[in-house]
């Protein structure tokens, strides 16, 4: 027996599994795509997106689907993972993911197919039930409010002090974060925290040379 003998006894053939049969691909097929539907059903409760993307939520039982079908065509041969390593190893996202959520979701698919491509089917569902009731949880926590943009218009200078005034009247917290003077114009935006916002709206409309006050929702960071 020569070196490459030895070699591909003592490690190409050492990695080498059961031989795959029609009935055990089936089976992980079909256990990927009942886990990957859940995960769908789950995204599309749990998402708070502004805009709902159905093409991502389409996305994620493909990839648990398509990682499954790898994981069972390498697993049995080391030649052909090393190689797939190396074909996906040029394959370039472009997409951005902006939602944090999102990536969750992501890697929570590619994982499931990556478990049950591997054979351990009972870990992706203990795994998935067991992320399903967290973020329910986490859901279901109370947070700090989010602040909203105080937008305010003036036709005098003059107005500044009043508008603060009545600001710090309503708002525990509140934050200039923009001011803009022209001649005989104010234009400010102010990140504020109101518990009335209806009778806040009211009083700053009611100061002398106001000409309009709106309050703005965003997504931004809550800030406790």
Known sequence: ???????KEAFLEGYASSTLTVKSVLVCMLI??????????????????????????MSLPA??????????TIQSNIVISLGMVGALSIVRFRTAI????????????ISVGIICGAGLAIIAVIASLALTVGLLIADKLPIARAPQILLINANTLDSE?????TIKRYCALYKVKARNLTENHLDMAIEVR???ESKLIRELMEIDKVTSASLVAHDGETTF
């Not at 002090?161 to 005034?165: N, S, T, Y």
């Open 161 to 165: 002090d009043d508008i603060m005034i």
């Open 63 to 72: 990839i648990s689907i398509i990682t499954a079908a790898i994981i069972l």
């Open 32 to 57: 990927s795509i009942l886990i990957s539907s859940y995960i769908f059903f789950v995204y599309r409760v749990i998402n708070r997106n502004s805009f709902y993307n159905k093409n991502f939520n």
């Open 194 to 196: 109101a518990k009335e």
């Open 98 to 109: 902006k939602d944090p959520m999102d990536l969750v979701f992501l890697f929570w698919s």
């Open 1 to 7: 027996m020569n070196y490459i003998d030895i070699f």
